[in-house]
């Protein structure tokens, strides 16, 4: 079981930046893989940004160039720094975790951009 928490969203202008946080209850280096993905009203859920164990990371193509993902090995943290964030950024933000064929979730947070 791995339990994940995550924090660091709220309400900011367009242009502006944010770092989300994800804290795991269990080794990051047993964790295939940790993501963030998104999920806006009315829309599907989609993938933002992965790192597998190895260090490989993944982008959407939306987000490429203004996100980073990023992970402290020694914190048991995967990190999500957003740059220049736009309103179509607006969504619950939900950290997920992989491990031996299972996915976990986070509760979300909550990102508005908004003027």
């Known amino acids: 079981q791995v339990q994940l928490v995550e924090s660091g969203g709220g309400l900011v202008q367009p242009g502006e930046s944010l770092r989300l946080s994800c804290a795991a209850s269990a080794s990051i280096f047993s964790i295939d893989r940790m993501g963030w993905y998104r999920q806006a009203p009315g829309k599907e859920r989609e993938l933002v940004a992965s790192i597998t164990s190895g260090g490989s990371t993944n982008y959407a193509a939306s987000v490429k160039g203004r996100f980073t993902i990023s992970r402290d090995n020694a914190k048991n943290t995967v990190y999500l720094q957003m740059n220049s964030l736009k309103p179509e950024d607006t969504a619950v933000y939900l950290c997920?975790?992989?491990?031996?064929?299972?996915?976990?979730w986070g509760q979300g947070t909550q990102v508005t951009v908004s003027s």
């Open positions: 997920n975790a992989y491990r031996w064929y299972t996915d976990y």
